[in-house]
């Protein structure tokens, strides 16, 4: 099997999936149940899941494990079954996407910041190898630890991955657009901040994810080129920013239609695998890899 490296070195532009909160919940997940625990309870959703995005063209597959370390799942009770929680997601998607697809094993925020004292780097350097390793042996074949906001915790969850595992490692900053132009994390960490950091930290592959619609994101994929320009960028947006109904549900206004026009804006900016966060639906992903296709063949 090649490496994701090695593969985007011959096609440089690929497609991964969307949503996986979103499909769970339009599966019937209720508000405040822990998603994670469906790989156990109910694989064959997550099959469906994991099918219904290859069938729509992904080419990599994440696992259902963003909220899969001990920090997140121990607020639950869980944190005795991190490791077999982790395995499961990840021999999931490595049983539907088969042997030669890269599988990448989601590892989410602590939930904790080092700011605060209230948890130490050995904490959560312990806890993201103990994730970490369990995806590995289920079958991912890549990290991605994303939606992050500070360096410190992002770096030291790569260091965990990077010494423990023989992943492949992607790290994705999730960025907000401020009233004055300048897209900074929740941490206040700009995108020219945070690539020569968490590359230093042992990613391979950097880029943004969540927070901001397609239009927006080209902004920040930009300033990722421009501080990194011979590493490959992954950018996975939202399907627009979301508007809350008294109900409490969040409505995503952009279309698959309208995302996928944004595409080869994305594209252009330098990002070589593009997929979707909040939001997106398979529907969305189906129209970004006919977009994907379409650049390709122009480009060729």
């Known amino acids: 099997m090649t490496t994701l490296m090695q593969e985007l070195k011959t096609r440089p532009v690929q497609v991964s999936d969307g949503a996986w909160g979103t499909a769970l919940q339009n599966r019937g997940l209720e508000m405040g149940a822990c998603p994670e625990m469906w790989n156990l309870e109910h694989p064959e959703e997550i099959r469906a899941i994991a099918q219904a995005y290859r069938d729509a063209g992904a080419q990599l597959l994440t696992t259902n494990t963003f909220g899969g370390t001990r920090f997140k799942l121990g607020m639950r009770g869980l944190e005795a079954r991190v490791a077999e929680i982790n395995r499961s997601a990840a021999a999931i998607a490595r049983d539907v996407m088969g042997p030669e697809a890269h599988i990448l094993g989601s590892i989410g925020p602590s939930g904790h910041m080092l700011l605060m004292g ?101 902004g920040v994929v930009q300033e990722l080129r421009a501080a990194a320009p011979d590493t490959p960028l992954l950018a ?65």
């Open 118 to 218: 209230d948890i130490t780097e050995e904490e959560l350097y312990s806890g993201f190898t103990e994730q970490a390793r369990a995806l590995e042996e289920g079958g991912a074949d890549v990290a991605v630890v994303e939606t992050m906001s500070a360096i410190d915790e992002a770096s030291i969850a790569v260091r965990a991955v990077r010494e423990n595992t023989r992943m492949e490692i992607i790290c994705s900053f999730t960025y907000d657009h401020l009233p004055g132009g300048e897209y900074r994390t929740m941490m206040g960490v700009s995108p020219a901040e945070m690539a020569p950091a968490l590359l230093q930290a042992g990613a391979d592959i950097i880029g943004t994810n969540c927070t901001l619609g397609p239009k927006e994101m080209v």
């Open 236 to 300: 996975s947006p939202n399907a627009g920013r979301p508007t809350r109904t008294d109900e409490g549900e969040d409505i995503f206004p952009e279309a698959p239609e309208s995302m996928a026009e944004t595409a080869p804006a994305l594209l252009d900016a330098g990002v070589n695998i593009l997929g979707g966060c909040c939001g997106t639906t398979d529907a969305h992903i189906r129209a970004i890899a006919k977009a994907v296709a379409e650049y390709r063949g122009a480009s060729a």
